[in-house]
């Protein structure tokens, strides 16, 4: 199908002047991928003003399948800078993201050459930090939370307004802006109005009935499936073809649940895919993703959905 996603030759597209910033070999406050909530708490409470853990139950954090916990820390003290701000999300009793905001990059960058850019961020450590100069903000991201994408997922709970979770839609029918009947030049506006981030991109030729021309439309934040998502839809010679909704692992049975309310149960089922809607949807299972296609791809890629040789 697609050419797998390669980190350092796709996403890591501009590089960045030659005195950029690197982030420390270190998570904030020494913590490290995979540290259980009782531990980093207590690391956290020597280190933060005030601390303030959210649990979220039924979770919707993307890699979350039993719990979720946002872990809020008021005035970080790092070795180089104080932080506002700072929430380490934990997933099934992990840590696997950290958000900081309010002094961020003086507490976490130094200068470097080794570092690249993708938008208006700068990626270091291979896409395990990202940072945002404009709005002095780091995300932290384990090897799970890159895939999708959580970037550019801002936590609703650091603005210390609620404790509750924002209600995202939870639907997983095919939304409103996806429309395979509208051309390219039509739908600009659509995605412009709804996607809170947009990148477009011209790519490689690699869809099969050979377009003269491919666009990758990446459409960042919007809801489906119970959380804010980024979409890929590909477009070749004006046409929408397919588009990759990217999830997490840990959702898997929510977002099939969803799909059964949206289609039914599914077709057709194997190792790899659940196939819904004649089709034309599809959840992916060995890695974290959904699939919609265009009628005209499904014949193309009908056999290889049900895993049989072409």
Known sequence: MRAAI?????????????????IAGELPAGLSWGDSVGPA??????????????????????LAEHEECHYLCEDLQSERNRVSQAVFVFADDKLVMIEARGGAIAAFARPSADSDSYMH???????????????????????AARHPNLFTF????????????????????????????????????RFISSCPLLYSEDSRVWLPNKPSKQVQVNCFGYEYGGFPRKFEAIYGDGRLEMVWIL??????????????????????????????AR?????????????????????????ELLGEPE
């Open 6 to 22: 390669n980190m350092s030759a796709i996403m890591l597209v501009l590089p960045l002047f030659m005195y950029g910033s690197a």
């Open 41 to 62: 708490a207590a690391v956290l409470e020597k280190r933060c003003r005030l601390t303030h853990p959210i649990e979220v139950d039924p979770p919707s954090f993307p």
């Open 121 to 143: 961020y700068e990626i270091h450590k291979e896409g395990e930090v990202w940072v945002d100069t404009e709005a002095d903000a780091v995300w932290f991201l384990n090897d």
């Open 154 to 189: 801002s936590n609703p709970f650091l603005s210390g307004q609620s404790d509750e979770l924002p209600q995202y839609v939870k639907s997983a029918a095919i939304p409103p802006i996806l429309d395979f009947d509208v051309s390219l030049e039509h739908a600009n506006s």
């Open 247 to 276: 999830t997490g692992k840990g959702e898997e049975v929510r977002l099939r649940q969803a799909l059964i309310a949206a289609f039914g149960p599914a077709e057709h089922i194997n190792d790899q895919w659940e196939i819904f």
């Open 279 to 303: 089709f034309r949807v599809a959840l992916r299972k060995d890695k974290p993703e959904i699939l919609l296609l265009s009628e005209e791809m499904v014949s193309h890629y009908q056999a």
